[in-house]
Every structure is written in C-alpha cells, then in structure tokens.
C-alpha cells in the first residue's frame, strides 16, 4: 500500500477533512457546553417572584434516519424589574405554565431550576376612603346664646370667649 490509486489518495484526503470538521464542530459544541455548566455552578442561585412572558419550542434534527428533538424554552420576567430572561425548561414545565402565570423562579445562571406558581399579586389596594364628614357641633354663646361661628370661640355678638365650662358641646377640633 505504498502507492493508492489518485482517486482513491483523493477521496482519502476530503474524507480527513470532513471527518476533521466534524469532530471540530462537536468538539467545539462539548468545551462551550462544559464552558456554560462550569459558568452555572459558580453563579448563585437565585429566586424571585416572576412571571410568564412567553413560551416557544424549537424543533432539531428529523431529517435523514436522526429522530427531531424538541426544546423548550419559556421567558421570564422578574417581577422586581421587568429584567427577562429565557430559559430551556422541561417539556412538564413547558406544558404546565402558561402565558402570565405568576410564581417564584429559581434559576442558577442560565440554568433553570424551577418556577412554583402562585396567585396574581395583589393588585393596588382601592383608594382609601375618603376621610369622614366630622361633625362640627353647633356651639351657642352660654351669655347670649348668639351662634357662634364653628372656627372661632369668640362670640360675635357680645364678644365672650367660648369655654367648655360653659356649654355643653365641644368646640370644633
Ligand atoms: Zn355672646
């Protein structure tokens, strides 16, 4: 096997370049994956209030004799800040969650580790009820019965101050 036939010597050369590329290219798919879940170990886990934004699948492979695989992936947004961010889920969870479904996400990186829902928050209490009336008795003056203006204790008639002592009702706070 000194010398092959140039055809074959040919096709030998393109066969080690598409095998190169390819290894390459799953090479290069395992170190950035390694790369990702080394990243997700180091960051913190987090969890927070948030909410479902929207939900999308992505469909891989199908041709040839390779069976299609499907991702999934849900976008959420924390509650705190509007900041959203997309995470590959579970096809459960994909199923289980809908649109502005609300919960509390954890997630390490962008590693998704769960969302447990709950009831819409609260929304803004109604406006308060407007203060009530006080009731501002009508005080007379108790030397000349003259009705007394409901913002001053003096008498406009003859001039007395009003003085609890001297009449039954309370002056206006
Ligand atoms: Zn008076």
């Known amino acids: 096997m000194n010398s092959m036939p140039l055809p074959f010597a040919g096709f030998s050369i393109i066969f080690v370049l598409v095998a190169g ?7 290069g798919s395992i170190v950035k994956g390694a790369a990702e879940w080394s990243s997700n170990n180091a960051a913190p886990q987090l969890r927070f209030p948030a909410r479902v934004v929207t939900k999308r699948t992505h469909v891989s492979g199908g041709s040839g004799n390779s069976s299609a695989s499907t991702s ?4 959420f947004e924390r509650l705190s800040d509007n900041a959203r961010q997309e995470f590959r889920v579970k096809a459960s969870d994909y199923s289980a969650l809908a649109d502005d479904d609300f919960g509390e996400l954890a997630h390490q990186g962008t590693r998704y580790l769960g969302f447990v829902r709950s ?5 803004p ?19 000349c ?20 002592s001297l009449n039954a009702s309370e002056p206006a706070s």
């Open 21 to 27: 590329f390819i290894a390459f290219v799953i090479i």
């Open 72 to 75: 999934y992936y849900i976008t």
């Open 119 to 123: 009831p819409a928050p609260a929304t």
């Open 125 to 143: 209490p109604p406006a308060p009820a407007p203060a009530p009336v006080v009731e501002r008795k009508i005080r007379y003056c108790a030397y």
């Open 145 to 164: 019965g003259h009705q007394l203006a409901l913002d001053t204790n003096k008498c406009p008639g003859c001039g007395s101050l009003w003085h609890p």
